[in-house]
């Protein structure tokens, strides 16, 4: 079936170091991908997206590239700050069937320190 | 951008009791909502498709006895948690995709999540 498998947590970093957070999805058909990043007592947030093989999403420092070949979709930061700390979520949709509802990874909360 | 309010954000009550959780789409109209369930250290769980006019689907294994779902309107969506029980305990958050939005294409709104506890 569809699904989404990130990187266990918490990730702890000091800041300004450089951020990966693995994501690896299972689809059929060509789905789109995305990162939702949810920062303590709020909702979700659609930090980015990608709808295509080797798109390039990115927003507010952050990348994510569509590897259709590794089924992936990482993301990185170069420098991250003490704001950056929250859970994030990678997630998919559009595969075969979907009528719009997005599958949701585990989620990741990174924890930057000063 | 697009906002998705949420009401009430926190809801306590006693086991047997039913809550209602709204989901409105403030500045746009959103022919489907979806509502998710966030377990603590959790991803989230998608529990049903709200299509406006019409009934809800239900993902596998969820009781839509319990979980009532009503998309009345263009902007609304609501949530009722039926005879609640301490299991029931969790946070709840909608989501909301703006009409003609294609379906896949990642264009939800979501809400700021209802934490519900059942005493």
């Known amino acids: 079936g569809n699904s989404v498998t990130q990187m266990e947590g918490p990730v702890t970093l000091s800041e300004e170091a450089f951020l990966t957070i693995n994501c690896t999805y299972t689809?059929?058909?060509?789905?789109?991908l995305f990162w939702y990043v949810q920062y303590p007592g709020e909702g979700l947030q659609l930090l980015l997206k990608a709808t295509k093989a080797d798109d390039k999403g990115s927003n507010k420092g952050f990348e994510a590239t569509y590897r259709k070949e590794t089924t992936s979709f990482h993301l990185e930061k170069g420098s991250v700050q003490v704001s950056d700390s929250a859970v994030y979520f990678c997630?998919?949709?559009?595969?075969?069937?979907?009528?719009?509802?997005?599958?949701f990874g585990q989620g990741t909360t990174l924890q930057v320190k000063p | 951008g697009a906002v998705v309010s949420q009401h009430p954000s926190r809801v306590i009550c006693k086991s047997g009791t039913s809550v209602k959780i709204e989901c409105r789409s403030l500045?746009?109209?959103?022919?489907?909502m979806f509502w998710y369930r966030q377990f603590p250290k959790k991803s989230l769980m998608l529990m049903a498709t709200s299509n406006e006019g019409s009934k809800a689907t239900y993902e596998q294994g969820v009781e839509k006895d319990k979980f009532l779902i009503n998309h009345a309107s263009l902007t609304l969506s609501t949530l009722t948690v039926t005879s609640a029980h301490p299991e029931d305990s969790s946070f709840y958050i909608c989501s909301a995709r703006r009409s003609g939005g294609r379906a896949g294409s990642g264009e939800l709104f979501f809400g700021e999540g209802s934490r519900l506890t059942v005493l």
């Open positions: 500045d746009f109209q959103a022919t489907t």
């Open positions: 997630a998919l949709s559009g595969f075969s069937g979907n009528t719009g509802k997005l599958i």
């Open positions: 689809a059929t058909g060509y789905p789109s």
